[in-house]
């Protein structure tokens, strides 16, 4: 019960303003919203390619598919626009936060679920991602859902065997005596008297009890080094949670291009492990690598594709993988840098204020001052790190030691490129926060809960006014707050043409007017295609003689241009509308 009114809680402060906040559209989002109406409307991209598995976006750099092909629905049901465009990335960091307080659960107990749910429900970046459509911002949500699944099979998940039988009314060969969950499934911490008792009545681990010491071991203990009767008869056939996880793994690899190192090393991570110390057979690793197969390989066609450098892409009748022969992605990982060390010793700099110090910000994805997750989060992720440790809870560190891996791998690294460290490092977090509160005597503890309450209100609070306030200031001229009315005025003036400023995101910038321009028209996808754009980009640095039938969106710098006496000027925010007077 407590969990879930977190979760609404979470929910519901991510509401005010939607949609107006951030202000404006940023060019990215603007590139996949298109994107989005485009496959929506005739099932291809604005560059005309087929059901893609990857986008071609701006043609030196791609975007993800997958958050496009989520998109589609909301905006063919609900219009094009930015609320439209944003609600499934706040639904889907929703679904990611609430698996991710199942994984907790599942993983650590009670305690640190809850203590997970709450910090990550407040934290800057989830609640910031939560709010704009950029396609990075779904990849560690899907990974989360992933990471709960593939957790669920390791350490007491329904099983095919198990499956046939319910379907036949028949018990299932594996009770599990701890459960607490609604569906029976999960493992929950107990009390030592709770725990001999059940265990007095229960076949399998009765056979298998050695002392009383061995008994009153805690939930976590015993899920993350299970009794071998218990593996044996579990094995006994092919995990049904292994399996499901494989296809949000597989996903997660669609939602950004960080994934496909990533995903990959973390999974390889987690079957060394998980077969080292025998809490999964080999056949099981196997079949996983089967589903996670039949779902990924177009990524992997996609990569062969475009490290051999082949001029065309592969079309199927279903989908289509595409070449990039102008992409300069690959400079973005560490194995293509022509000067490794150097680019090593960046990377690590940069993940280390990103993450660790978190004096690194962008106020799109954090605020000066409080970080990505607040800036005690990783020093109590480090308290927890110990615990993670010594209970062995091997899924959690390979999630983080991964998300490591990558933060040194990828150039550049900020809060989007190592996005998926974050709920790790959470995790951690109220690890030693349930740590803390748990070793407490039971007199200080109703006091020492209260004052870690009170502490986390007043950042949440203070975050929450700076990011309604100041940093909305600022976000409004980094999302070009205004284009979007300016060009509906100009379409609305009745002018057969419009005509778009270079001076965007900034001088000279006509690709990222382009993107606007196509965004604010909703052009018709197949006209578009067909005929190109409606409107023309230039650039203003004299003044402007009037042409008839035209209007000008302009930014607000470049009103000396179009004289009064010779145009009505119309400002929104950062831009204008000129318009000639009649003569």
């Not at 998940?157 to 039988?165: E, M, Y």
Request: charged share 15%; glycine share 6%; with cysteine.
């Amino acid at each position: 019960m407590i969990a879930f009114l977190v979760f609404l809680l979470a929910f519901a402060i991510r509401l005010p303003g939607f949609g107006a906040i951030p202000p404006g559209f940023n060019q990215d989002e603007a590139l996949l919203a298109y994107d989005a109406y485009s496959l929506s409307m005739i099932g291809k991209d604005h560059w005309g390619i087929f059901l893609p598995v990857h986008l071609t976006g701006w043609g030196y750099g791609q975007m993800s598919a997958l958050p496009a092909y989520i998109m589609a629905p909301f905006i063919r049901v609900l219009g094009l626009s930015a609320f439209s465009s944003r609600i499934p990335f706040l639904l889907v960091g929703m679904a990611g936060l609430w698996f991710f307080y199942l994984f907790a659960k599942d993983l650590a107990g009670d305690v640190a679920g809850i203590a997970a749910l709450l910090l990550c429900a407040v934290t800057p970046w989830h609640y910031m991602a939560s709010r704009w459509a950029l396609d990075c911002v779904m990849f560690p949500h899907f990974l989360a859902i992933a990471m709960y699944l593939l957790n669920r099979g390791i350490r007491n998940g329904l099983h095919f065997q198990d499956f046939k039988n319910l379907s036949k009314s028949a018990r299932p060969e594996i009770i599990n005596s701890q459960s607490a969950s609604s569906d029976g499934l999960r493992s929950q911490s107990e009390s030592s008297e709770s725990l001999n008792s059940k265990i007095a009545s229960s076949e399998i681990i009765n056979s298998k009890s050695k002392s009383s010491d061995n008994l009153s071991k805690s939930a976590s203990s015993d899920i993350t080094t299970p009794k071998s009767s218990t593996f044996n008869s579990l094995s006994s056939s092919q995990n049904l949670f292994l399996c499901l996880s494989m296809p949000f793994f597989a996903f997660s690899m669609y939602c950004y291009a960080t994934a496909f190192v990533s995903v990959p090393l973390l999974l390889g991570m987690l079957v060394l492990i998980l077969l080292a110390t025998k809490q999964i057979k080999i056949q099981s690793a196997l079949l996983c690598l089967l589903v996670f197969s039949l779902f990924a390989w177009p990524l992997a066609g996609l990569a062969i594709v475009n490290l051999a450098k082949l001029d065309e892409g592969i079309r199927l009748p279903f989908l289509t993988i595409p070449a990039f022969p102008d992409t300069t992605r690959a400079s973005s990982f560490l194995f293509f840098s022509e000067n490794v060390p150097q680019d090593l010793k960046k990377n690590f700099a940069a993940l280390t204020s990103t993450v660790f110090t978190q004096t690194a910000t962008e106020p799109w994805n954090s605020i000066k001052g409080f970080g990505a997750t607040y800036v005690f989060t990783p020093i109590l992720a480090a308290i927890g790190l110990v615990q993670a440790i010594r209970k062995k809870m091997w899924p959690l560190l390979a999630w983080m030691a991964s998300s490591l891996i990558l933060g040194l791998v990828v150039n550049g690294v900020n809060t989007n490129r190592i996005n998926i460290i974050f709920y790790p490092l959470i995790l951690l977090a109220a690890l030693a926060v349930s740590w803390g509160l748990e070793t407490l005597p039971a007199k200080v503890l109703p006091f020492a809960a209260s004052i870690l309450a009170v502490g986390l209100g007043v950042f949440v609070y203070l975050f929450l006014f700076n990011y309604y306030n100041d940093n909305k200031d600022v976000l409004s001229k980094n999302f070009m707050e205004g284009f979007d009315e300016a060009y509906d005025h100009a379409s609305s003036s009745g002018a057969d043409q419009i005509y778009v400023t270079y001076y965007t995101q900034s001088k000279g910038s006509f690709w990222v007017s382009d993107t606007l321009a196509l965004y604010s028209s909703a052009i018709d996808p197949q006209k578009y295609l067909d005929e190109g754009p409606s409107w023309k980009t230039m650039e203003f640095k004299e003044k402007v003689t009037p042409q008839p039938d035209a209007a000008y969106v302009l930014n607000v710098r470049e009103i000396n241009c179009f004289p009064e006496e010779l145009f009505e000027i119309s400002q929104f925010k950062w831009f204008a509308v000129a318009v000639p007077r009649e003569s």
